[in-house]
T-cell receptor, first 110, second 110 residues
Framework: NAGVTQTPKFQVLKTGQSMTLQCAQDMNHNSMYWYRQDPGMGLRLIYYSASEGTTDKGEVPNGYNVSRLNKREFSLRLESAAPSQTSVYFC?????????FGSGTRLTVV | EDQVTQSPEALRLQEGESSSLNCSYTVSGLRGLFWYRQDPGKGPEFLFTLYSAGEEKEKERLKATLTKKESFLHITAPKPEDSATYLCAVPAGNNRKLIWGLGTSLAVNP
C-alpha cells in the first residue's frame, strides 16, 4: 500500500529558482492538502483541494500555487523560491477529515 | 479564534513510567479531535479520533480521553519505541481544514 507519495524527498534551491513538488495518492480520496512544518510554528495549511477541479487557499498561501491534476495528483509550485520557504512540506489526503500524510519533502532555499 | 494548545512541549520518561499529554482547544462547536504520532523525518500518523465529551479510545499503551475543553493522551508503562512527537488537531472552518497544536515531544529512556 503506497498511500501518499511525495517527490522529491530532499531539494536545495537557490533564491529565485522555481520548482514543483509532486504528490499522488492511491486511496481514491477526494480531498488533498499541502502543509508546511516549521520549528515552533507547527503544521500550517498552504492550500487544499476538496475535490478534483477545486482548490482553496489555506493559512499561508503566499508564494505558492497548486494544481489538482486529477483525483490522484496534487502539485505545489514555488515560482520564485525565497529563503523563508525553507521548510518541510507534507502532502496529505482524506475522505472525511482524517488526514493521511506522505513522508515529506525537505526543502532548503539558499 | 479557533486554537489548539498542547502541553508540555517536551517530556522525558523512564521506561515504565506512566504519564499524560494534554491538548486544550478553543473552537466553536467541536466536530472531532484528532491525535497523531510523528516520528523524526516522517509524516504524522493517525492514532485516534474523539467526537464527544466522555469518549475514550485505546491502542496498545495509549488511551485518549476527551472533555468539553481538553483531551488527554495517557501513556501507560511506555517503552522506548513510544518516543515520538504527539500532535493533536481539531477541524475548523468548513470542516475540511484542521488546526494543529505544536505537539509534545516524548522521549522514553530504557
Amino acid at each position: 500500500n503506497a498511500g501518499v507519495t511525495q517527490t522529491p524527498k530532499f531539494q536545495v534551491l537557490k533564491t529565485g529558482q522555481s520548482m514543483t513538488l509532486q504528490c499522488a495518492q492511491d486511496m481514491n480520496h477526494n480531498s488533498m492538502y499541502w502543509y508546511r512544518q516549521d520549528p515552533g510554528m507547527g503544521l500550517r495549511l498552504i492550500y487544499y483541494s476538496a475535490s478534483e477541479g477545486t482548490t482553496d487557499k489555506g493559512e499561508v498561501p503566499n508564494g505558492y500555487n497548486v494544481s489538482r491534476l486529477n483525483k490522484r495528483e496534487f502539485s505545489l509550485r514555488l515560482e520564485s523560491a525565497a529563503p523563508s520557504q525553507t521548510s518541510v512540506y507534507f502532502c496529505a489526503s482524506s475522505e472525511s477529515v482524517t488526514n493521511t500524510f506522505g513522508s515529506g519533502t525537505r526543502l532548503t532555499v539558499v | 479564534e479557533d486554537q489548539v494548545t498542547q502541553s508540555p512541549e517536551a517530556l522525558r520518561l523512564q521506561e515504565g513510567e506512566s504519564s499524560s499529554l494534554n491538548c486544550s482547544y478553543t473552537v466553536s462547536g467541536l466536530r472531532g479531535l484528532f491525535w497523531y504520532r510523528q516520528d523524526p523525518g516522517k509524516g504524522p500518523e493517525f492514532l485516534f479520533t474523539l467526537y464527544s465529551a466522555g469518549e475514550e479510545k485505546e491502542k496498545e499503551r495509549l488511551k485518549a480521553t476527551l472533555t468539553k475543553k481538553e483531551s488527554f493522551l495517557h501513556i501507560t508503562a511506555p517503552k522506548p519505541e513510544d518516543s515520538a512527537t504527539y500532535l493533536c488537531a481539531v477541524p475548523a472552518g468548513n470542516n475540511r481544514k484542521l488546526i494543529w497544536g505544536l505537539g509534545t515531544s516524548l522521549a522514553v529512556n530504557p
